[in-house]
């Protein structure tokens, strides 16, 4: 068994059977192996942002990592944004990344450049497979370092001989170490906290499936404190009979004025909420001065333990009647706006929809429309590195096909990984993705301002605009192979809203605003 | 003035007067300030390594290098590709990446990532501006040090808060050092290799200008000697009225071939001839073993003066009869082949035309076809990262608006950077992209050949197919606002050709192989 052959196996063996990909030379015997053995799907994207992307959205809702599969130390830098984006949201993904034969590296040759060196600053692992024997074994550490925590990632380095040399062993990957909840010190700190008034519950990452948020509710409503998303989450459960969640703004004059009468903050799997940004006179950091904060559990924990265990210490019960009531608003009519859009999908939206958030500017309302609709999943920008929107829905109905994905998608974002559109066509997949194209970066506009420049000239509204000549999605779409629509109003947009989720597949429609 | 101001004006001052931009937040100051001060021109890139691929193809053309701009680590990852195609070229750039305020990094905010480290590996020089003060001196150290030698890669990391501060000042960059001749014991060497018999003088970098290789055909010419290019060149002078240069092939087989009789190689600006990448059973080194290598001039050097020193060494003298004349070949007609949209392209080449070739397969007859026709530049993919040619057509388009650009563009590595068509339409640039679309990584196909694997199955097919479905580059090109058509055989490619020639201005022609 040669290397390649090893490491397929070793994948499959450890339960990580979606392999995205974007291939290059010295991952030949990789591609070949994928014949040989069954077991490991191989999704082929035609940008490495669209395979890393993707993986995201797999192991955000698939609960386990996939692979990933890039060529050389600069197809890796086409993947690290949305590696990054994906080790912000915790997800465990394993980067697999062909490099030269070892005994080649000695030459300058044109494509040589430092992986080693461009890989380590985005990975939480990173391995070598220095020969075949070494291929599976390492694998397998790839596999469980992944999975350390709520998710890491990993980077394994494939030179090209260790991939063609025989000597492969097929890795046994170690079961992922249970979590514990929180210990008892921390959630007696919490309670501590919770008794002092004016307490928030900051939910992140695996806290924010239904069932804990409404333990955290529970707990919440006990002492009169409240509970709030941490925003840019990777995965909230939410809609029709799940109680509800707002998210903490993720802008500094609008979170600042959210927290001003908070005493403490409980950070459950969420960050110390901060700017994005720094801008002049403004802080970086949201909680006003001498909030407490309890960091009561991380990605270590297991959250929905430490809630209950919370909930138990403090006699909080789940309470369904906190759980919201379907309630769908009417189709919303004549000209666009962001608040419009966000009740007609509303009004339409499927069950147990997937919904991918890139919509930046343009989607500000949805999340809070969307509260009462059908129950769905919310997938956000975790990591804020624009261009994941089309690869997180790829890797998202890959993972989950029995749903639909709704993609809301900021035009200027969504150009950074177009490619991913021939990936929701050549997997038939099905997506709807909806484009608010207003032909600008609406949100560096806003930025302008927030950094004190309130009339910007010529050059600087050419350098955040894209309108000359205006981006034609329907084009673009069709380029790839997805069939689109152009909606100039409520009416068509309804339409064509409607159209796309009566049936399976990609679609997109385009929002001129 | 602010931090920004001062870059920007120490940038014009510096001769730094083109700028390609992909800003975000944290650059909200330096957009600003291109409002303030005249002298830098902005182009706007709508994903990072199109900007950095147009630094490239402008800086081979204007002799000069350009600014880069991008936003935090996650934008540089995204230029990486290209930053690493334009060090293999040894083109002189100069990155701005915008950062976090240098108070807000402590946090961990979702945007924070290790720029220092992900920079480092793929620039020569690096520096970071801590403060206002600091951003004009430093941006000054960036021009001088992308200027050294042939040329270099400099990245200077500019903070938000350097850029807002107030005191700043203008850098003033040293002058260009000038470079020296090989010394008088390398050329020694030279004439002794030559002397002995079977040479060959491989030519790189500014060796590759029509006078350089002129010379240099003078001094073969006295030893019975060869000339050759290192073959994946930043640019060669060449057609009609110059003296041919052939290049060393770069597939193994080939290149081992053309040299097996060859008893020394001097490299003046060319490196050791290397494989691509290892194959199993294949060298690693082209030249054979016991080939004298003699390295007589680096982009340390002036190129052209140590060929001038050595032709007058051994009394070698400029042959104006070795000049080609101009020979265009008739318009090849019927189906598709490599070799006839060759010949089509010889025929109908303008004067003075700057051939960009990420043609990969498909374009292998191209730079022999070409040889007497119309004078003209070839631009070649330096480094091997796929995703230059859109972006380096535009670049080379800014730097010579009154030369027509002819983009030779495979399919595959076309879509990795396939945004820049929209900086085609929106600069209005006097490109002609051809794309030879055959739905397939077809160089991969060979490369499995190449590592044993003749009868590849479904799985392997597929990952190296985008047939399914195909791509329809006439209506890509159309979204992002570039006027095309389909070509389906060779009159209706000669027809489209032609058209394209006849005006200025964008227009792609899709080659349906």
């Not at 990975?123 to 220095?130: L, N, V």
């Not at 790829?394 to 998608?409: M, N, T």
């Not at 021939?422 to 806003?446: G, P």
């Not at 000359?468 to 947009?493: H, I, Q």
Request: net charge neutral; charged share 20%; hydrophobic share 45%.
């Amino acid at each position: 068994m040669n290397g390649a052959e090893s490491l397929v196996r070793t994948l499959a063996a450890g339960g990580v059977d979606v392999c995205f990909a974007n291939p290059g030379t010295s991952e030949m015997h990789f591609v070949a192996a994928l014949d040989r053995v069954p077991g490991v799907r191989c999704v082929l994207s035609l940008f490495e942002g669209g395979a890393t992307g993707a993986a995201d959205g797999y192991a955000r809702m698939a609960g386990k990592p996939a692979a990933t599969l890039t060529h050389l130390g600069t197809g890796l830098t086409n993947s690290l944004a949305n590696v990054h984006n994906a080790r912000k949201a915790q997800t465990p993904m394993v980067n697999i990344v062909g490099d030269h034969a070892t005994y080649h590296l000695r030459y300058e040759s044109p494509l040589k450049s430092d992986l080693d060196a461009l890989a380590k600053p985005m990975s939480d692992w990173f391995g070598r497979a220095e020969a075949a024997q070494e291929v599976g074994p390492k694998a397998a550490e790839a596999i469980a370092a992944a999975q350390r925590d709520a998710g890491k990632i990993a980077t394994l380095v494939l030179p090209a001989d260790a991939s063609w040399g025989e000597g492969g062993t097929v890795g046994t990957t170690l079961a992922r170490t249970v979590r514990a909840a929180a210990d008892a010190k921390a959630i007696a700190q919490a309670i501590d906290a919770l008794k002092g008034g004016n307490a928030l519950l900051l939910l992140g990452g695996e806290a924010l499936r239904a069932q804990p948020i409404e333990i955290a509710a529970a707990i919440a409503a006990k002492f009169g404190a409240e509970i709030a998303a941490q925003s840019r989450d990777p995965r909230i459960e939410r809609g029709a009979g799940r109680v509800p969640i707002k998210r903490l703004p993720n802008m500094t004059d609008a979170a600042v004025t959210a927290l001003r009468e908070t005493r403490s903050v409980i950070l459950i799997g969420a960050k110390l909420p901060v700017a994005n940004f720094a801008h002049p006179g403004k802080p970086s950091l949201f909680a006003p001065e001498g909030c407490r904060i309890v960091e009561l559990a991380t990605g270590q924990h297991d959250l929905a333990a430490t809630l209950d265990a919370l909930a138990e210490e403090v006699g909080a019960k789940a309470d369904p009647a906190a759980r919201l009531a379907l309630k769908r608003p009417g189709l919303a009519e004549g000209e666009f706006s962001p608040e419009k859009l966000a009740q007609s999908l509303a009004a339409l939206l499927p069950e147990n929809a997937i919904i991918c958030d890139e919509a930046v500017t343009s989607g500000r309302p949805m999340y809070g429309a969307l509260a009462a609709s059908a129950p769905h999943d919310y997938l956000a920008l975790t990591g804020g590195a624009i261009g994941i929107g089309l690869p997180l829905a790829a890797g998202a109905a890959i993972a989950c096909p029995d749903r639909k994905v709704v993609l809301l998608q900021a035009d200027g974002s969504g150009l950074y990984t177009v490619q991913s559109l021939w990936t929701h066509a050549n997997e038939q997949l099905d997506i709807v993705t909806i484009v608010f194209a207003n032909n600008r970066y609406a949100i560096l506009r806003n930025e302008l301002k927030n950094v004190g420049i309130t009339n910007p000239g010529d050059n600087a509204i050419r350098m955040l605009s894209f309108d000359k000549p205006r981006m034609d999605w329907v084009s673009l779409a069709r380029g790839f192979g997805v069939p689109a629509e152009r909606a100039t109003s409520m009416e068509s947009f309804n339409k064509a809203l409607e159209a796309a989720f009566s049936q399976k597949g990609p679609a997109l429609i385009e929002v001129a605003l």
